[in-house]
């Protein structure tokens, strides 16, 4: 069986401290507690701050996040990152169809734009049970590998700022001593 390579974690910048914001929809309840149980969990082993909003539905999701971004930027707390929560399950309409796929698309229009860590989870399945078995914490825990994602991005920014700020420390020229 193939299995995807997972990174060791070492090496990895610390992210304690870590502003990252959780946006919920809470349309299936029970669904939202579990999702939201796994996100905080891996946040705040990471060391994290999570701050979390809620909203009715999936695709209020990235309604939220963008007025929520632009807020925390205008009071200079920005956040380092954010973590989507939610579910959508398939029903008897098309409507499964718009919801899921606008959601995904606005969100990850939202990330490639403002170069944002974003983890999505938001869960599409076709019954009840599926998403309870995805969202459950000793399951699949999706919400915690929703905030897994979104840490790995935010580490790869990280690595990748520190190693610019290396780059251009003591990049200036050495002086010769003896024309000075």
């Known amino acids: ?13 610390s ?4 502003r990252v914001l959780i946006v919920e929809a809470r349309y299936y309840e029970d669904i939202a507690d579990e999702l939201l149980s796994g996100a905080r969990a891996v946040l705040s ?20 996040v963008a007025i929520l971004l632009e807020a925390a930027a205008r009071a200079r707390k920005p956040y380092d990152a954010v973590v989507a929560l939610g579910c959508v399950i398939r029903g008897e309409t098309g409507h499964y169809d718009i919801v899921a796929g606008e959601s995904a698309r606005a969100l990850m229009d939202l990330s490639v734009m403002l170069r944002l860590p974003l983890g999505n989870g938001i869960l599409t399945v076709e019954t009840e049970a599926q998403a309870l078995a995805r969202a459950r914490v000793a399951e699949m825990n999706k919400g915690g590998g929703a905030a897994e994602a979104a840490l790995a991005v935010l580490a790869l920014r990280r690595a990748e700022d520190a ?3 290396d780059r251009t420390i003591g990049f200036a020229p050495r002086r010769d001593p003896e024309k000075a």
């Open 45 to 64: 082993a990471a060391g994290a701050e999570a701050v979390v909003a809620t909203v009715p539905g999936a695709l209020e999701v990235p309604q939220a």
């Open 15 to 18: 992210l304690t401290g870590a």
């Open 163 to 165: 190693e610019r700020q």
């Open 1 to 13: 069986m193939v299995t995807p390579r997972r990174d060791s974690g070492r090496d990895r910048p």
